[in-house]
């Protein structure tokens, strides 16, 4: 029997270490490349409509029925697809790798147009969990060009840490934390 194309793309046991290392990077390069032009196109297709045209009622509906996504990954790349429309600078840092969509979305509701370049910024090559833990994500202190993000016990602004309680959640008012030692999101 012989092997497909597709099944061929999948075979692993021939590479070695450090060729397995490479192609799985150029690999996640390439999906984030695919990932930052498809949200281009979102964006585009959202703007004109084009989906309407197909017997669609939403972007949604055409993601989901149309290109076979699944609903939270639709709804997760038309959130940031729209986003995108307003800030550009989203797409280049998701293809550069610099942001991932997760990251982009709990962003979303600070982002504004004096803002948006220095937040992005701030938020580059962060996790999920190092956003949520930021001390500039938890004060609110978006409006100017000094985020300071930081992850959880680490040192901020005014030599105050942060809470060691699993203090979480972007736009929460910070506030001292019970022992008054470290600034806490209300979580603890």
Not at 43 to 48: F, H, M, N
Not at 120 to 147: I, P, Q
Request: with cysteine; proline share 2%; hydrophobic share 35%.
């Amino acid at each position: 029997m012989n092997a497909s194309p597709a099944t061929d793309l999948f075979a692993t046991s021939h590479f070695s270490n450090r060729a397995l290392l490479l192609d799985t990077k150029a690999w996640v390069k390439g999906e984030r490349t695919s990932t930052a032009v498809l949200l281009s196109r979102l964006a585009e297709i959202d703007e004109r409509k084009l989906y309407l045209q197909l017997g669609y009622s939403s972007l949604f509906a055409y993601c989901v029925h149309e290109l076979k996504l699944a609903e939270d990954s639709a709804a997760k790349r038309i959130h940031v697809a729209r986003l995108a429309r307003r800030f550009p600078g989203i797409l280049v840092e998701i293809y550069q790798g610099r942001l991932h969509l997760t990251a982009v979305q709990m962003l979303a509701r600070h982002l504004r147009s004096g803002n948006a370049d220095d937040l992005l910024a701030e938020a580059r090559d962060k996790t999920k969990t190092e956003l949520r833990t930021c001390s500039g994500a938890c004060s609110g202190n978006y409006a100017g060009s000094s985020v300071s993000w930081a992850s959880r016990d680490a040192p901020i602004r005014g030599g105050r840490s942060t809470c060691s309680r699993a203090c979480r959640g972007i736009g929460r008012g910070a506030r001292p934390c019970r022992d008054r030692s470290s600034t806490c999101s209300g979580a603890c």
